[in-house]
């Protein structure tokens, strides 16, 4: 396949080129923590569901369900080493993930923003680019390889870098609320609003730089119920799934 060409789709579809980013938490399931397999194999398939449409498909994994460096700073640990710990927790996260994608039949490579070739490649972006080109799912672990980004920066990184239609994030509700709705039952959900009106009114969608990043450069999110099966193949398609921002 030469360079800058795309695989065959077989239905129409609004995004070729998609980043999903999962949280780490989304893994746990009904655990408290950790890693429960029938969700990673619940997410693969959701994944394969998109993959089957023809679309290209990158991902990026928090580690909160096993360790978050934030969390650790607060308590008297060094951000910085709690950080580069939290990036170890999502090479775990994505080998998991790759794990599962693999048991479905699909070829992927996991891609590493810090070196550790016995486990995965050194991120680079031609690279990642090429993989999937050919067909290949590409996840991106160790967030941006530096302390104090978030993976949510890092997924918006990568989305810009790749050339991504959008980033899906997949989180425990289905859309941007007002206020959280398992808190307040007349929170209102938004089905589109501008990254200017997240960032005023502090909404959480992403952190302010991952935010930032995707309005500079015109990058549209869409975030959505992950639980819900089908979600990520509607929202390729182009059917109104949780809530779209942008510009």
């Known amino acids: 396949m030469k360079p800058g060409t795309v695989r065959k789709t077989k239905t129409p579809l609004k995004y070729r080129r998609v980043l999903l980013k999962l949280s780490g938490e989304a893994l746990m399931g009904d655990s408290q923590y950790g890693i429960e397999p029938a969700t990673v194999d619940y997410m693969a398939d ?27 700073s607060v308590k008297g640990m060094e951000r910085a080493s709690a950080d580069y710990m939290g990036m170890l927790a999502t090479v775990i996260n994505a080998l998991a993930l790759q ?14 923003a810090i070196e550790m070739r016995q486990l995965a490649e050194t991120y680079i972006r031609r690279k990642a680019i090429r993989h ?11 967030g941006t390889g530096n302390p104090y980004f978030t993976t949510d920066t890092a997924a918006a990184l990568r989305a810009m870098e790749i050339g991504a239609d959008v980033i899906c994030k997949g989180t425990k509700v289905d859309g941007v609320y007002t206020s959280d709705p ?64 942008k510009s």
């Not at 999937?132 to 160790?142: D, H, M, N, W």
């Not at 999110?221 to 509607?234: G, L, Q, S």
């Open 99 to 112: 794990n599962a994608l693999e048991r479905l039949g699909m070829e992927t490579r996991v891609q590493s």
């Open 182 to 245: 398992k808190k307040d039952s007349s929170a209102k959900k938004y089905h589109e609003i501008s990254y200017m009106d997240v960032i005023r009114q502090n909404l959480k969608v992403m952190d302010t730089t991952a935010i930032t990043l995707c309005m500079d450069n015109k990058l549209p999110i869409v975030v959505f119920d992950i639980k819900k099966p089908n979600a990520v193949k509607k929202l390729v398609q182009g059917q109104k799934v949780g809530t779209l921002v």
């Open 46 to 72: 959701e994944v394969k569901k998109v993959f089957d449409l023809g679309v290209e498909v990158a991902v990026v994994i928090g580690g909160g369900n096993i360790f978050r460096g934030v969390e650790a």
């Open 132 to 142: 999937l080109q050919k067909g290949r799912i590409v996840i991106f672990a160790a």
